[in-house]
């Protein structure tokens, strides 16, 4: 098989980080600060630590890649209205996890305009937001509320002083949010990009499926592929699920054997720069799909090829769902799994035993990306520069009332797909979904 290596895409520049936050300050009222901590490291066991990864919103607006750091931003600053908290300098930690890029280090390559180590941070910080009306935060963050109401508390206690503390915490997660959702072309290119690796696992797990592999040897090629490619990390718990496995929709025991004559769904994307590839494909083990196998799958990719097709500006996710509700209905009605009309089998929600979840997320440093599904109480249309995936699926039970050819077999077939402004990208589109093409790609298996 053709191991090729892809060239690196260009990382986001400081300048973008730098319009980022100002875009967000410009939002702000005048005389509020932003405080925003970063990820901390998490125990797996004992004195062993998970796998270090940024938080999402911090990392939009530094770049800066270390944990227990504190991204202070301070509208209208004459000194400089972004401010750096990170790890202390220390030999004897940096001799165990590597060199720690301190303040200067964070001033001279990270672009923000002041920088502290941590054992400064809570005397500055309360210098930082003197006078300071509101500071927005994570509200959800105990510890960063925690460190607000403390700095509160101190400032409060020196007001005979002319100490001035912040008189009220506001969420500003909904605007970092509501920033994210639109997509930059640096961060298009990182998600093209993402996408094809992930396009090219899938092309790889096809190439290599045979029956008598267990469901975790394609788990394995796949992650071969993303760190091959310098991928970090799968972007999520790869899902590998032979026969009616499939059926189960957050199966990662990837743990059965895969066998001759059953379908196997593979759910799997990689994390590259921090953003995620997010594909399902599904394909025989043996390469050639049954007779039932091939009328399910086609009801399924038919819906999602007019779902993507569908996608451009001014369009509703919901406009999305309820025409692959229609076709997918359709669909089980031709196969004799429901009985009656389309309108009226969606009117009374029977599709929903075959077809329970919805058609697409938003895509982009989160699989389940951010950003408000709904606007003014509406479901909020399509723009230019969202990323969103398009997944439809059919899960057929193993239960009496299903035929016999037809039970256990789950199919979803997902796409990524950017809004453009003439209508849409599909990100996603180096592995096959046909069934000739799959058929083709796996036939000397
Ligand atoms: N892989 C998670 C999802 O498709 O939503
Ligand atoms: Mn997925
Ligand atoms: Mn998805």
Redesign the pocket.
């Known amino acids: 098989m053709p191991h090729d290596i892809l060239p690196r895409p260009a990382a986001i520049g400081l300048d973008e980080y730098r319009h980022r936050r100002q875009a967000l300050m410009a939002t702000l009222p005048p005389r509020s600060a932003v405080l925003l901590p970063a990820a901390s490291l998490v125990t797996r066991s004992n004195d062993s630590e998970y796998a270090f990864r940024q938080d999402s919103d911090f990392h939009y607006l530094t770049g800066f890649p270390e944990p227990d750091a504190l991204l202070v931003l301070l509208p209208g600053r004459a000194e400089g209205e972004t401010v750096l908290f990170c790890q202390d300098k220390d030999p004897a930690k940096e001799a165990w996890t590597g060199i720690r890029i301190g303040a200067e280090g964070a001033v001279a390559h990270y672009g923000v305009d002041q920088a502290f180590e941590n054992a400064e941070r809570d005397e500055r910080l309360s210098e930082l937001l003197d006078g300071r009306e509101a500071v927005y935060l994570p509200l959800d963050d105990e510890a960063a509320v925690a460190l607000a109401e403390e700095v509160r508390r101190d400032l409060g206690a020196r007001a005979r002083q002319g100490a001035e503390a912040p008189r009220a915490l506001c969420d500003v997660t909904h605007l970092i949010h509501e920033r994210r959702l639109i997509k930059s072309e640096a961060e298009l290119v990182l998600m093209r990009h993402a996408g094809e690796i992930s396009a090219r696992a899938h092309v790889r797990a096809m190439h290599t499926s045979r029956p008598g592999l267990y469901e975790y040897h394609l788990q394995a090629e796949l992650e071969h592929e993303f760190l091959w490619q310098g991928g970090q990390a799968p972007a ?1 718990s790869t ?1 590998v699920g032979g026969g009616a496995n499939a059926c189960v929709l957050h199966y990662i025991e990837n743990a059965s054997p895969l066998r001759d004559g059953d379908l196997v769904l593979i ?1 799997a ?1 990689v994390e590259f720069d921090l953003y995620a590839g ?1 594909i ?1 494909r599904t394909f025989p083990v043996n390469g050639r799909f049954t007779a039932e196998q091939r009328r399910v799958y086609e009801i399924v990719l038919t819906a999602q090829e007019r779902a993507v097709q569908a996608v451009a500006p001014g369009v509703t996710l919901a406009e999305i769902h309820q025409g692959v509700v229609q076709d997918l209905t359709a669909g089980l009605i031709e196969l004799g799994l429901l009985e009656g009309s389309v309108e009226e089998r969606v009117e009374d929600d029977s599709y929903r035993r075959f077809y329970l979840h919805s058609t697409s ?1 938003w895509l982009g440093l989160d ?2 990306d951010v950003g408000g599904y709904r606007r003014d109480g509406e479901p909020r249309r399509l723009e230019p520069g969202m990323v969103l ?1 398009v ?1 439809p699926g059919l899960y057929l039970p193993e239960d009496d009332d299903i035929p016999e050819a037809l039970r256990g077999i789950g199919i979803r077939i ?1 796409d990524d797909v950017a809004v453009t402004a003439e209508g849409h990208e599909v990100l996603t589109s180096g592995v096959p979904k046909r069934v000739a093409d799959i058929e083709a790609l796996m036939v000397n298996n």
Do not use: L, Q
Request: glycine share 8%; hydrophobic share 15%.
């Open positions: 999520y899902i759910d994307g997010d399902t997320h699989v389940h995936t997944e997902e």
